[in-house]
């Protein structure tokens, strides 16, 4: 028979995936002899188990609960309903990863009638025994039932103002007896029946109650931000309660032992007297600083003091506890390991190191890696973000805080910031051309788009604060407005948005630089000593190759090209190119925009020392770079010698049903080789250059082929890259070195890698597409069915940003396995969104990646999962 219920003195702290963190660590607390009161946890399998039966507790976990029931009363010697001596106990809900979203918790449970009347008796503190009751049948209306906490909060309201008191402790046992029958009243009618007066049957409804808040709407949402598996399941604590509300020699409190803020080494917390359970965090009362409780329960505190160190050096990390105090007598009701923000995280890691309790290579495992992103952006000032209120909510697609006037184009957002106004630029959607202008911009709001629209990516690689897909949103680009929670939004009003939560606030909310504390700069540098796989950085300009070299980055994995047509006038040459209709034509042209690329890359290679720099040749479709403007289209046909309608109709011709599937990577190659002739060139001459300015510096060109499904692709488009490189440094007389790799991103591409793997010197895994081409959904559109994806269970995570380990992580498997045998020099990266995702990065270690590429900001990140993932 399967073992569904563990008392606290049969388990222990490493039991957490089976007692959840709660209860593994109640029964860590037992073992050491500390003093918890008793009691019992039923596992996250009978949860599981409560799913597979249809939402029901079966009968043997329904036997096994009501045995450790028995086991309890042995121990406490009380009795569960008993009218001399009775039996009450807490319900409280435990997963693995502590998780707020989650059922509230019970307490006093076991009350009913007559047992209040016994307690009120026998305690000569009727007061008490009616706070407990009143309170019990407030807590599980409102969590077992779902009868809403507004009623009986009313009703208290209602009771303090005809007393004329302003405190719950105000209220007299009379009072508190009353309010007890109001509340039942209620119960009975907003449910239909007497509110249960059987605590077996208050029981098993409170556990049922757990278990169903594992799938409520909060903990999905709260588990898809936070990485934690459907499956796991939560556990249940039933536990005899300690009574911190029997008078004034009694009190709750919790407490840290270091500063979650700040991570400063000291007891933090509070403590309020007279009180139970969530009176500390409900705010009701002004709890007194822990240093108080010293003076107001001096033995009390000297025993909590010695328990804060006993459990810091047992558990090797900074402790976050809730206790009791029962007339003086301490009570543990709970301790795990503290959350912290990202500064104390890597402060109280040093420390640790320090103090003798951790390695270096346990501090680096200690720090979660999501974390460091808010260290690496501007942020809002706390105090001010916290009075404001948000307008509205979006995805928070690119950390940061931004705030400033709204514009509604990439040239407003140029035009205004030159002449140094803080802009937000918010648009529809955000297209290759709108990049200066987002880099102008302090943040980006889209109306359209998931975590991988263009907006997104890019904003993320700039270190650029975005909010995406505000469908909240009324848009009226023409007249450049839009309304939003009421309110109509016009160019010049101010807005403010938090990339991180994806929260929308009107006017402005003051922001301050992000500072990277020495703590940082040791962490990084540990994790460093301990990983493997190397750390590079998706960076399109010197600029952004700078800063993710500050970061840490080794070395570019993926330079996007089509960035690079669209400065100054290049843009003006690239569409007389698309619209060119003989080679002659076309290699005028491109023609013009060599030199420019050629310095582009020429930046490049000297920000990156001799780090190696992999440059993906032009990707996207033709058409995101013809003129969509009037003025625009009628300056193309005037340079070229045709006629408005002629150009029009090239445009035309160019429009696809399909373009992520469409005219686009390599297929560009295919039709026009005259533009990778025209990148070879200016790739080659840039690094002969700097090679001869800079001999020590191991220049050596990665030149990567995007969208490769076939070998024959590769092998076409390789053969006058490779004549065109040969040549160019024949001419040069140089001996420079270079290798031509592919993009695997379309998944024939993994499934035939053997036979690409014979042509290619690299192999980069483009995550992105790959994603979409393996689910066949578009990246841009997925936002929209997504989340009825989460709710279907179908989905946990969103793909594109969490990589499918299960089928693209297998295409990815398969293509190393394949590639490797044929060409044992072939380098393996990854150059993805996924390439900044910690839970990716240890999959890309596991599957043997020589590393991982990511935007600039992401890199401390990509640094530290690949170590976490090394140790
Ligand atoms: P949460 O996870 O929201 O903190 P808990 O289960 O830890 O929920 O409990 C909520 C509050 O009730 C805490 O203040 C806790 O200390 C208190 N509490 C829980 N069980 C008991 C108990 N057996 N005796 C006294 N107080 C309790
Ligand atoms: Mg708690
Ligand atoms: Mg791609």
């Known amino acids: 028979m399967a073992k569904w219920v563990y008392m606290f003195t049969e388990g222990n702290a490493t039991m957490r995936n089976l007692l959840g963190g709660k209860g593994a660590n109640l029964a860590e607390m037992t073992n050491l002899g500390l003093p918890v009161p008793q009691g019992f946890t039923v596992t996250t399998e009978a949860c599981t188990q409560y799913y597979e039966d249809g939402r029901q507790i079966n009968d043997e976990i329904m036997g096994q609960i009501m045995e450790a029931i028995d086991k309890m ?153 936070n990485d934690i598996p459907y499956s796991w399941g939560t556990a249940v604590n039933v536990q005899m309660m300690a009574f911190g509300n029997m008078g004034d020699d009694c009190g709750t409190g919790v407490a840290f032992t270091r500063d979650p803020a700040t991570g400063e080494n000291g007891l933090f917390g509070e403590f309020l007297t007279n009180a139970q359970g969530e009176d500390v965090v409900a705010g009701v009362r002004t709890p007194m600083h822990i240093s108080e409780m010293e003076e107001k329960f001096p033995e009390a505190f000297v025993q909590f003091k010695q328990v804060c160190e006993t459990l810091e050096k047992h558990y090797r990390d900074m402790q976050d506890m809730e206790f009791t105090v029962e007339h003086g007598k301490l009570y543990m009701l709970q301790t795990r390991n503290g959350k912290r923000t990202a500064k104390a995280a890597l402060k109280i890691a040093c420390d640790l190191v320090d103090e003798g309790m951790r390695t270096e290579e346990e501090a680096v495992a200690m720090i979660d890696p999501r974390n460091l992103d808010s260290l690496l952006h501007p942020q809002f000032d706390a105090a001010a973000l916290k009075a404001a209120t948000p307008m509205a909510k979006a995805l928070g697609a690119s950390p940061g805080a931004a705030c400033g006037k709204i514009v509604f184009t990439a040239d407003d957002a140029v035009e205004w910031a030159a002449r140094g106004e803080k802009v937000v630029l918010v648009r529809l959607e955000t297209s290759p051309e709108d990049i200066t202008g987002m880099k102008s911009a302090q ?108 970061l840490g980055a080794e070395g570019i994995g993926l330079c996007r090209t089509e960035h690079m047509f669209f400065e100054g006038n290049r843009i003006d040459a690239f569409r007389e190119m698309i619209c060119s209709e003989t080679v002659e034509e076309r290699e005028a042209a491109l023609a013009k925009i060599l030199p420019e690329q050629q310095g582009d890359f020429e930046k490049l290679y000297e920000a990156l020392e001799g780090n190696p720099v992999t440059i993906r040749f032009l990707d996207p479709p033709l058409h995101e770079f013809v003129p969509t403007e009037e003025e625009d289209i009628k300056k193309l046909a005037d340079a070229q010698g045709k006629t408005v309608e002629q150009i029009k109709a090239i445009i035309d011709g160019l429009h696809e049903f399909n373009p992520m599937m469409g005219h686009r990577g390599c297929r560009l190659a295919v039709t026009y080789p005259e533009i990778a002739k025209m990148q070879t060139s200016a790739v080659i001459r840039a690094a002969i250059n700097v090679k001869k300015a800079h001999p020590d510096w191991n220049v050596k060109p990665e030149i990567m082929i995007p969208l490769v499904g076939d070998i024959k692709e590769l092998k076409y488009v390789k053969k006058f890259v490779v004549e065109t490189a040969d040549a160019e ?97 072939l380098h393996v990266g990854i150059c993805g969104e996924h390439g900044g995702d910690p839970s990716s990065v240890e999959f890309c270690n596991k599957i043997g990646l020589d590393y991982v590429s990511c935007s600039p900001f992401r890199v401390p990140i990509a640094r530290l999962a690949a170590a976490q993932a090394a140790i």
């Open 73 to 225: 009363e042995g121990i406490t010697g009380k009795k569960f309903g008993d009218k001399e001596n009775p039996l009450l106990v807490s319900v409280r809900s435990g997963a693995r990863a502590s998780m707020p979203g989650m059922m509230d918790t019970i307490l006093n449970l076991g009350l009913n009638e007559e047992v209040v009347e016994t307690l009120s008796k026998a305690s000569g503190n009727p007061r008490w025994a009616w706070d407990c009751y009143r309170r019990f049948i407030q807590m599980f209306s409102d969590v077992v039932m779902e009868v809403g906490k507004k009623y009986f909060e009313e009703l208290i309201d209602k009771m303090k103002a005809d007393r004329g008191v302003k405190q719950d402790v105000e209220l007299t046992a009379e009072d508190l007896k009353e309010l007890a029958n109001q509340f039942k009243a209620e119960y009975k009618e907003k449910i239909g029946a007497d509110f249960p007066s059987d605590p077996k049957e208050q029981l098993m409804e409170a556990v049922k109650a757990v278990f169903r808040s594992w799938d409520n709407p909060r903990a999905n949402v709260y588990r898809r931000d």
């Open 443 to 550: 943040g980006i709001l889209t109306v359209r788009g998931g975590m991988t629209s263009h907006a997104a990516v890019v904003a993320r690689g700039m270190g650029t604060c975005c909010v995406s897909g505000c469908g909240d949103i009324t848009m009226d680009e023409a007249n450049k407005k839009f309304t939003l929670a009421g309110k109509e939004y016009h160019e010049g009003d101010c807005i403010s948005l938090d990339g991180s939560t994806g929260n929308i606030y009107d006017g402005i909310i003051p922001t301050v630089d992000a500072t990277i504390a020495g703590e940082f700069g040791r962490i990084m540098g540990w994790a460093d000593k301990y990983r493997t796989m190397k750390v590079r950085t998706n960076a399109d300009t010197p600029a952004d190759a700078k800063k993710a070299r500050e």
């Open 729 to 825: 440094i024949a001419a040069a007389g140089s001996d420079l070195e270079y290798e031509v790799g592919t993009m695997i991103e379309i998944p024939r591409a993994a499934l035939t890698a053997d036979d690409i793997a014979k042509e290619a010197d690299f192999f980069c895994f483009g995550t992105n597409d790959l994603t979409q081409m393996t689910y066949g959904f578009s990246r841009d559109d997925a936002g929209k069915f997504l989340d009825a994806y989460y709710d279907a269970k179908i989905f946990e995570n969103d793909p594109f940003a969490k990589l499918d380990q299960t089928g693209v992580g297998k295409l990815m498997n398969m293509a190393i396995e394949l590639g490797k045998p044929v060409n044992p020099n």
